[in-house]
T-cell receptor, first 115, second 113 residues
Framework: EPEVTQTPSHQVTQMGQEVILRCVPI?????FYWYRQILGQKVEFLVS????????KSEIFDDQFSVERPDGSNFTLKIRSTKLEDSAMYFC?????????????FGPGTRLTVT | KQEVTQIPAALSVPEGENLVLNCSFT??????LQWFRQDPGKGLTSLLL?????REQTSGRLNASLDKSSGRSTLYIAASQPGDSATYLC????????????FGTGTRLKVLA
């Protein structure tokens, strides 16, 4: 069964460094999402991406964050200058067409630790 | 703004019990409601998806119902087992025409052997 994959599973970085989290969505899916979950807190929406552009972003998704689909298969989340409060589990999700009506499929997550 | 609440926050039951987890949402104009399981430090395992036109979905010992008009969903777990111990999350999409998922706070379930 097709699945969303994410790499790395765990990333440790120093404050101020740039990180890129990678996701490979399910082939033929058209909608892509990033969510994050700070330890002990709710899963929060960050950004949605469709047709090679951001379709929606949350207040969390400020200028430090960017997303890209560089090669038609990968979907990346970049954090330019990490802060301690960026430490969280980051989940990628993808959905087929008619995104609002169909299930989002989640990846296993990348645990980001900022020291 | 959509708010999703789950009650109870934590639940501890003996093995074999049937149990009900609750999810409520403030904006009834949703497209989907999805239940997930999350083990400590792990990812999200999808359990059941209910589309807005549906009233319930079943998978094995799990049954999820949806009452859009009252803004409620329940997840029923029959004959609970220690392996069911996890945090259960509900998420809704579609309020105010947005496709993003809004997640609830979760119910932490412990099934005692």
């Amino acid at each position: 069964e097709p699945e969303v994959t994410q790499t790395p599973s765990h990333q440790v970085t120093q404050m101020g460094q740039e990180v890129i989290l990678r996701c490979v969505p399910i082939s033929n899916h058209l909608y892509f999402y990033w969510y994050r979950q700070i330890l002990g807190q709710k899963v929060e929406f960050l950004v949605s991406f469709y047709n090679n552009e951001i379709s929606e972003k949350s207040e969390i998704f400020d200028d430090q964050f960017s997303v890209e689909r560089p090669d038609g298969s990968n979907f990346t989340l970049k954090i330019r200058s990490t802060k301690l409060e960026d430490s969280a589990m980051y989940f990628c999700a993808s959905a087929p067409g008619l995104a609002g009506l169909e299930e989002q499929y989640f990846g296993p997550g990348t645990r980001l630790t900022v020291t | 703004k959509q708010e999703v609440t789950q009650i109870p926050a934590a639940l501890s039951v003996p093995e074999g019990e049937n149990l009900v987890l609750n999810c409520s949402f403030t904006d009834s104009a949703i497209y989907n409601l999805q239940w997930f399981r999350q083990d400590p430090g792990k990812g999200l395992t999808s359990l059941l998806l209910i589309q807005s036109s549906q009233r319930e979905q079943t998978s094995g010992r799990l049954n999820a119902s949806l009452d859009k008009s009252s803004g409620r969903s329940t997840l029923y777990i029959a004959a609970s087992q220690p392996g069911d111990s996890a945090t259960y999350l509900c998420a809704v999409s579609g309020a105010s025409g947005t496709y993003k998922y809004i997640f609830g706070t979760g119910t932490r379930l412990k099934v005692l052997a």
